[in-house]
């Protein structure tokens, strides 16, 4: 492992005004301090030079100055719910115009359990690889799939096994799901392939609970009890 010169680390999180499934998700309380606050404290907490929030919300703007972060006021075309995540980071370059030394951390803030330490190995691993260009939070595993027939479909068939040979589990090959909570990117390959997991892209692996995503009522609660029993303080340092 080489390790190579490194310019700014920036953090860019997407916090927009609208949401269907949790109306103002990104602003509920959790932990007594809003989803975006707690986010950001995280960020700040991980060592990252500068901390960004793209939003198109004046209310979010607010909640974001106030928990230290500075704001990229991102245009309502880039704010619509089929918008995508790379639409939002391609916005922020254009804005920013950060060398491209530098890396950007992605940080989803409906991704509450992801634990700093977890961010800083991200940003470590892809310090430490020269031949990447992202690093991505996961969870692996060794999961038996199934695939469904079709859309319409009742019938579901082994994917990575058959019903003719069942393999021990260990023996199935490691899968692992992007969990959303942590994205470092090189901006000259973000600016080279407009995307936020340029290849070649590494992987840390990280707990199921740091997995846990927020898009419905029962993610958030499930996600703030976690919290409690966890206790801030191991989340957060």
Known sequence: MNQIQIGKTIAILPARGGSKGIPRKNIQDFGGVPL????????????????????DDNEISEVATKFGAQVIHRPSKFAQDTSSTDDVLNHALEILKPNDQDQVVLL???????????????????????ELNCVISVHESHPFLWSQDSEKSENWNPKNHSREHRPRRQDLDSEGWETGGCYVIRVNALKAQSNRYPSPTGTVNVGFLESVDIDTWDDLEEARSIFEMLGSKIILE
């Open 108 to 130: 989803q803030v409906t991704s509450p359990l992801i634990r700093t330490k977890s961010i800083q190995s991200c940003i470590r691993h892809l310090n430490e690889h020269e």
């Open 36 to 55: 975006l606050g707690h986010k950001i404290q995280q960020a700040i907490n991980a060592g990252i030079n500068e901390v960004w929030v793209s939003t």
